[in-house]
């Protein structure tokens, strides 16, 4: 069968070993192809490990009726081309396309969004007991990755699930020994003890040696004997193999390891543990990249790529040099400070990779700490070090330390500890869609007593603000970064002054309008000051640096001289920057027009950061056209007086 010609899942159900190991090929070859030729990129790794999986398990429901539930929808690429996605798959991440995780209005075979880790276990849970309640009859299975089994949420899943012994739900545990990078903690070790496990095969081996010394039958029973084999094991992982026992303690019975990419060995044991009543967990080693060498050998690497030669596996060179990433400028002046000052300890939930701590991982391990996907861990263990005097830099993306947020609340602001929050990939990140956008730290950050908010407008005034984030002991602060490359200017190696708290920054002098930029959309507002000028409009720029503080003492007497105040953001409007200027605004009892541009309230969804900021009007162009537009309609009208502070 071509996979062009399957219609539904359950088609699968029709077709023998040959016809799925060609499916499975040409799962691996759609990926390969799309992933290669991806403008915005795409995850690799993950989705060519479980191909077999897929198919195995898919094989064995009737998807008409049962739900799976995928944790991380970067694991699900096979499933989304069984399930109806397959013609238009080269759209995946791209803008109008194929999202790159599960989302539940894109088809009826999503049964639950996921972009975040741990949360499969949980929800395919709830669907059981809502399952149960109704006294329907259809099967539940939650696939979660080992690395997603770091997350302290899969565990509060599993022990709530163990309590419940007649409620059927299978949990297949997809172990490839990888999150993005390498997995760390007791739990993975555990596991690879479980992957190599010697008792299950050794038992089926003296099976199939007594059954070929039958006088008669032994030399008739070879594929007898191969499927009798296999059984043995997985009766033996259920019955006698104790190295599963955390899991049979809490209540699960344990099927495994099985091998990941043997469709035999995965039917076999998706068929059993479909007949055992109550939680089953299924073991199932993968290996992540499989199929394809160089992401076999470089699981890292190929987690996510963007376009690439296939033959080669190597990236298509850039067409023009591009600034460093604001990642790695944190990651190499962090490395820096920490070099000169041992109390400096970086932390990270499994993301040291793409939050830049790998070269002090690699130089300073001892001033390293991942603590898996595991946010809330991670703040409190960063408040815990600073109660005795260390420095910690808990490195996290937005979108994860919303995770985290009583934490951040209960654990550090209340006490006034000096934990140094690091937001990599706030704002716009693209192709990742809703579930990864930065949105909401400035809102969320803000309103908390005691937290000082900050936000870099370049690449070296981040080195600044590392600087005084480090030396900061107050209390906590944080600094919100965007996802990509600076915007290429000149850094130094060494010697960064460390910014006043709370202190803004005037770029541009003497304007009827006064734009208050914060972060990353200060150089696309000094761009459309140059716009502005072109059509008489002239504005005074000012690098806000901080949203809480705001700098009151420079804003308020230049907002007093201004026809009109415009707040500029990547964040979320409602409780964000612009809404801190306009409390202060309200405050002062200063009457302005204001314009706040922002995020308003709505899901961005996946796109290129281009693509996004200009649909939302956050480029030059855009934040120039709302500004004239504004300005304009205010002189019209007569309007530029006296006005309440607003939109």
Request: hydrophobic share 40%; proline share 6%.
């Amino acid at each position: 069968m071509q996979l062009s010609d399957l219609t539904h899942p359950n088609q699968l159900q029709t077709l023998n070993l040959s016809q799925l190991r060609s499916l499975a090929r040409q799962i691996r070859d759609k990926h390969l192809q799309t992933a290669a030729n991806s403008a915005v990129g795409c995850h690799l790794g993950p989705g060519l490990g479980v191909v077999e999986l897929t198919l195995a398990l898919y094989k064995t429901l009737d998807l008409d009726r049962d739900k799976v539930i995928w944790d991380v929808g970067h694991q699900a690429y096979a499933h989304k081309m069984l399930t109806g996605r397959y013609a238009n798959f080269e759209t995946l991440r791209q803008k109008g396309g194929i999202a790159g995780y599960l989302k539940r209005s894109e088809s009826r075979f999503d049964h639950f969004g996921a972009g975040h880790a741990s949360t499969s276990i949980s929800a395919a849970l709830g669907m059981a007991i809502a399952r149960d309640r109704r006294g329907d009859n259809f099967k539940v299975v939650a696939i979660i990755g080992d690395g997603a089994l770091t997350g302290g949420m899969a565990y509060e899943a599993i022990n709530h699930a163990g309590h419940l012994p007649k409620t059927n739900l299978m949990v297949i545990l997809n172990d490839n020994g990888m999150s993005i990078s390498p997995n760390v903690g007791a739990i993975p070790r555990y596991l690879n003890r479980l992957r190599l496990s010697p008792p299950v095969q050794f038992l089926a081996d003296s099976l199939e040696e007594q059954l070929k010394n039958l006088p008669l039958l032994g030399s008739s029973l070879s594929p007898e004997i191969d499927r009798m084999k296999e059984t043995m094991k997985l009766v033996t992982a259920v019955q006698n193999n104790k190295t599963g026992i955390i899991f049979e303690e809490l209540g699960f019975t344990y099927v495994g390891p099985v091998d990941g990419h043997n469709l035999t060995e995965l039917l076999d044991a998706f068929e059993l543990a479909h007949g055992i009543p109550g939680p089953v967990l299924v073991h199932v080693a993968t290996v992540k990249g499989k199929g394809y060498a160089p992401a076999e050998a470089e699981q890292v690497g190929y987690h996510a790529q963007s376009r690439f030669d296939l033959a080669t596996g190597k990236p298509y060179p850039s067409t023009k040099p591009k600034p460093p990433g604001y990642s790695k400028v944190f990651g190499h002046a962090l490395c820096k400070l920490a070099e000169q000052d041992p109390r400096i300890i970086g932390i990270t939930a499994a993301m040291d990779t793409g939050t830049g701590l790998t070269k002090l991982k690699e130089k300073l391990p001892d001033q390293f700490v991942d603590v898996g996907i595991a946010e809330q861990h991670a703040v409190t263990l960063a408040a815990g070090m600073a109660c005795e005097g260390l420095r910690p830099v808990v490195a996290i993306y937005s979108t994860f330390l919303q995770r985290a947020y009583d934490q951040i609340i209960h654990d550090v602001c209340i006490q006034k500890l000096p934990v140094f929050f690091c937001l990599d990939r706030a704002g716009i990140v693209g192709a990742d869609g809703p579930t990864h956008q930065g949105m909401y730290d400035i809102a969320y950050l803000r309103c908390i007593p005691s937290m000082v908010v900050m936000a870099p407008k370049d690449e070296a005034e981040l080195q600044r603000m590392l600087v005084t984030g480090v030396n900061y002991t107050a209390g906590p602060i944080a600094m919100r970064y965007p996802r990509g490359s600076g915007v290429g200017v000149p850094l130094a190696e060494e010697g960064w002054e460390p910014l006043p708290i709370g202190k803004a920054e005037v770029l541009r002098s003497g304007g009827e309008v006064l734009i208050l930029a914060y972060g990353s959309m200060v150089h696309p507002s000094l761009q459309a000051a140059e716009i502005l000028k072109e059509h008489g409009i002239s504005a005074t720029v000012v690098n806000a640096r901080f949203a809480k503080p705001l700098d009151t003492e420079l804003i308020l007497p230049l907002a007093e001289q201004s026809r009109l105040v415009v707040t500029v953001e990547e964040g979320c409007l409602m409780g964000g920057f612009g809404s801190a200027v306009a409390e202060t605004l309200m405050d002062a009892d200063l009457t302005v027009p204001l314009l706040r541009l922002g995020v308003p309230d709505q899901w961005v969804e996946h796109a290129t950061p281009e693509e996004a900021l200009a649909e939302l009007g956050l480029n030059s162009v855009g934040i120039a056209e709302r500004i004239r537009a504004k300005f304009q309609a205010r002189i019209l009208t007569g309007s530029v007086g006296e006005v309440p502070v607003g939109g």
